[in-house]
């Protein structure tokens, strides 16, 4: 272990982020390595294959993994830099204990007393106020064995039902609307396919700069003769190489999907076969989009006329074609809703489950997909079960050895649960790998919610936004640091290979989670000595799910370069695309491909509404916001790595001249955006890419350039996503900076 300097409280502000941090070992220059470790990017659900370069228990540099099949040696930005965050003197070597008299608000505490501490103040909360007023948070970003674990510790170390996770904020609605339709939540197909579609419709992707490798494979498909429809409210990258670009106004896309369904239906342009055959709810369909005609979609989305009749006649005649998704679509009130008419358009062109036909949402997180499969919902049980149903509490329980009665029921959302601290029902918190200070809307009330909790524990490997307001704060560990499995986007079960030990007292995650459970007594069922034995206990545990991952094993992963789930048994291939013709599965037994018990996919009728809070006289703009390429979610990871923020060192708002000009706003001005929940004063970058009734910030910062300072908090009543893509604001010139403009807290 190279030494690493030992801080009394880690804080980007005393060392200054634009810093490459070396530790003494010179980075990608030519130093000799002592191994090379096959694995995954830390960062998108893309889940780049990549090796990286070991020297003296060290990540010093990477080499590209040239055979893995997905991204065949290349990697973005953010893969390229990744390896910089290990040495960072910020990175937690101890554990840490909030306290007031502290220079900086906390001091170091040794590992087990922290760990003590934890279980003794878990034991009150519980004691006192019952097993629900402990709750849990996870993240998407942990291996699948560590979300497994976690779910499982919940619910039989805790007893509590109190637990949900960072997907909520990012595929529910996606996942809803799939599992509405096609009874199953997984992108239908494996991304070779895109390269045969003919038309390739992107809804709200920025593809470019959040899934950039990907970007290849739709310019292969440009090559090979295909057709780019891209639905954007800016002129993104991958916009700007597109055949038809459609400037949707935020949130109306549901009124487009219903308006092309219309023209298909009116033009016949319908696989009937296909509808007849392998779908229900048509006829609901038809009938509903009989109104969304031509020139009413145009007036509710903003598109031309002339541009959604071109749209509809390239979808509709296409002979293959793929369309795909994220979350300019979902995160709004209407989620599910603008995904189930993605998906009507699909079923009634009866283009899926074929070569070259396909249909997906783009998974966001590094574990996005797997890390909503095994038990980190609020709602859900390991292998995609309900834990509602009776039948799969009995397969749970039984895997766990505990009786079904003992399992907690239903939780709620992760938004609800902030409700339910505000109502005093839920004391404490555990939190790990979720960064809500910084991710949530309307953050000045998580601020408040977190700091009236009886008792926080956040387990992190910097000191987060949201760590801040922890009263311990455990050392985890890095992505290098452990193995394990991650599900990429397009359903591939991969293996993440440890590089390098913990340094200090950090630890890998699933360590922590059950020293814990052995300091409450509670060790039954947490004594796994590595994470291969708790892949195998998943494995037994998905067996008969939808999420089926009884057949993979650590070794097949690696001989076959991923695993496609599901696969229910050991010499099963996997399944790379789904809803083929003639295939079956547990649930439709033979009768379809789609699963449900009649295997057939369902149409969904899907009204339109607007949303939550619409522009006004007093708000005349709409905000929406998201990335960019170079940072990463909150921003904890990728704001410590000085290449990536010398690329995008501030969060700007992209506003159109035309809009500037009646502000009097230049290129560079500070600007304060006011909305009903808050206010945020960033500078202004006029582009001509956005339309001009919209602003657009990214949101990878904390504290005073925080966008959900501004953002709403209204949610998609099923998913329960927040509706980050659309509210009101208005915008004010200013003649120099806020006084707080550093982007982080202040200090408590
Ligand atoms: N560089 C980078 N890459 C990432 C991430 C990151 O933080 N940084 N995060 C990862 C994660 S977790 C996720 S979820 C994905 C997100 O990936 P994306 O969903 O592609 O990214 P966003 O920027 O959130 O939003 C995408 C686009 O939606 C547009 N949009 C806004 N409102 C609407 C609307 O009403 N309709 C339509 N059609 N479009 C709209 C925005 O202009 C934006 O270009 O990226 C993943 N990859
Ligand atoms: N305004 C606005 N807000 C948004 C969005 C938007 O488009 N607009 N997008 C939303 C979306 S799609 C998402 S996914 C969320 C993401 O929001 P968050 O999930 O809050 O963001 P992350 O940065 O992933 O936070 C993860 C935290 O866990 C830590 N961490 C990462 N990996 C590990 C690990 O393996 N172990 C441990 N112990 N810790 C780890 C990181 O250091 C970080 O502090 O943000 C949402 N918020
Ligand atoms: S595309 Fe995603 S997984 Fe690939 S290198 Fe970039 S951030 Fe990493
Ligand atoms: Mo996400």
Redesign the pocket.
């Known amino acids: 272990m190279a030494s690493q300097p030992v801080l009394d409280l880690p804080i980007i502000e005393k060392f200054g982020p634009h810093r490459n941090y070396s530790n003494g070992l010179l980075l990608e220059s030519g130093v000799e390595p002592d191994k090379l470790v096959k694995t995954h990017c830390?960062f998108c659900g893309m889940q780049c294959g990549i090796q990286l370069k070991v020297k003296d228990d060290q990540v010093i540099g990477f080499e590209p993994w040239e055979e893995f099949p997905f991204n065949q040696g290349m990697l973005c930005p953010k893969g390229v830099k990744r390896y910089l965050q290990g040495a960072h003197p910020d990175r937690l070597l101890k554990a840490y204990q909030r306290d007031p008299d502290a220079p900086a608000g906390f001091r170091v505490l040794a590992y087990e007393d922290a760990i003590q501490r934890v279980a003794e103040e878990i034991q009150k909360v519980q004691t006192t106020y019952g097993p629900d007023s402990f709750a849990v948070f996870g993240?998407?970003?942990?291996?699948t064995e560590?979300a497994y674990l976690l779910g499982k510790f919940a619910r039989m170390g805790l007893k509590t039902s109190n637990i949900d996770y960072?997907?909520r904020?990012?595929?529910v609605s996606a996942a809803a609307a799939n599992k509405k339709a096609f009874g199953i939540d997984r992108a239908a197909n494996p991304w070779a396919d895109i390269l045969k579609a003919e038309v390739i419709w992107i809804a709200g992707a920025n593809i470019a700069e959040c899934f950039p490798i990907l970007t290849n494979y739709i310019w292969q498909a440009r090559e090979n003769g295909a057709k780019i429809i891209v639905v954007d409210p800016r002129i993104t990258p991958i916009a700007r190489t597109c055949d038809l670009f459609l400037p949707v106004k935020p949130g109306r896309d549901i009124a487009l999907f219903n308006g092309i369904l219309h023209l298909m239906i009116e033009k016949d342009w319908l696989d009937h076969d296909f509808i007849a055959n392998h779908t229900v709810g048509f006829a609901a369909v038809a009938e509903h989009v009989k109104e969304w005609t031509p020139r009413r979609t145009a007036e509710v989305t903003g598109i031309a006329e002339g541009s959604i009749r071109k749209a509809a006649q390239w979808w509709g005649t296409a002979k293959s074609s793929f369309l795909m998704h994220a979350?300019g679509i979902e995160?709004h009130t209407h989620g599910v809703q603008n995904c189930l008419g993605a998906i009507n358009i699909v079923l009634a062109s009866g283009r899926i489950g074929r070569e070259g036909c396909g249909y997906a949402t783009i998974t966001?997180?590094g574990n996005?997909q797997g890390g909503r499969e095994h038990g980190q919902k609020c709602d859900q049980l390991p292998g995609g079960r309900d834990i509602e149903n009776p039948e799969h509490r009995v397969h749970a329980a039984k895997v766990w050895g505990i009786s079904p009665d003992e399992l907690p029921r239903a939780g709620v959302d992760v938004y609800e649960m902030f409700q339910r601290i505000e109502r005093g029902e839920i004391r404490g918190l555990l939190n790990?790998?979720?960064?809500?200070v910084?991710?949530?809307?309307h953050n000045a009330y998580i601020k408040w919610m977190l700091e009236r909790l009886k008792f926080f524990v956040t387990?992190?490997?910097?000191m987060?936004e949201?760590?801040r307001y922890a009263d311990i704060v455990l050392p985890?560990?890095?992505?290098e640091e452990?193995e394990g499995i991650v599900t990429t986007a397009e359903g591939r079960v991969v293996k993440i290979n440890a590089a390098v030990s913990c340094p200090g007292d950090a630890r890998q995650?699933w360590r922590i989670i059950q020293d814990i459970a052995r300091a409450l007594g509670r060790e039954k069922g947490f004594t796994f000595a590595n994470p291969r034995e708790i892949f195998e206990e998943l494995r037994v545990a998905s067996a008969g799910g939808i999420a089926d991952y009884s057949g993979i094993t650590y070794e097949k992963i690696e001989k076959e370069m991923g695993v496609f789930w599901p696969c229910p048994s050991e010499d099963h291939p996997g399944t790379p695309r789904l809803f083929e013709p003639g295939s079956s599965n547990p649930i439709a037994k033979g009768n379809g491909p789609f699963y449900f018990p009649d295997g057939k996919a369902r149409f969904n009728v899907a009204p339109y509404t607007p949303p939550a809070e619409d522009v006004d006289d007093e708000f005349p703009v709409i905000l929406t916001?998201?990335?960019v390429v170079s940072q990463?979610?909150?921003?904890?990871?990728t704001r410590r790595i000085g290449p990536l923020v010398d690329q995008y060192p501030e969060p700007l708002i992209e506003m159109h001249p035309q809009l500037a000009d009646r502000h009097y706003i230049k290129d560079g001005d500070w600007v304060r955006i006011e909305g009903r929940r808050g206010i945020c004063t960033l500078r202004a970058k006029i582009v001509t890419t956005i339309r001009p009734d919209t602003i657009f910030v990214p949101?990878h910062w904390g504290g005073g350039k925080s966008?959900?300072q501004v953002?709403i908090a209204a949610q998609d009543p099923i998913s329960k996503i927040?509706e980050?893509?659309v509210c009101a604001v208005r915008i004010l010139r200013q003649y120099g900076p806020p006084a707080n403009a550093t982007g982080l807290e202040p200090q408590q």
């Open positions: 830390c993240g998407a970003s942990l291996t560590k960072n997907g904020l990012c595929m979350r995160h966001g997180q996005g790990i790998c979720f960064n809500p910084v991710s949530l809307p387990i992190d490997f910097f987060s949201t760590a985890g560990s890095l992505h452990d995650d916001t998201g990335r990463y979610l909150s921003g904890t990871q949101y966008i959900n953002t927040p980050y893509k």
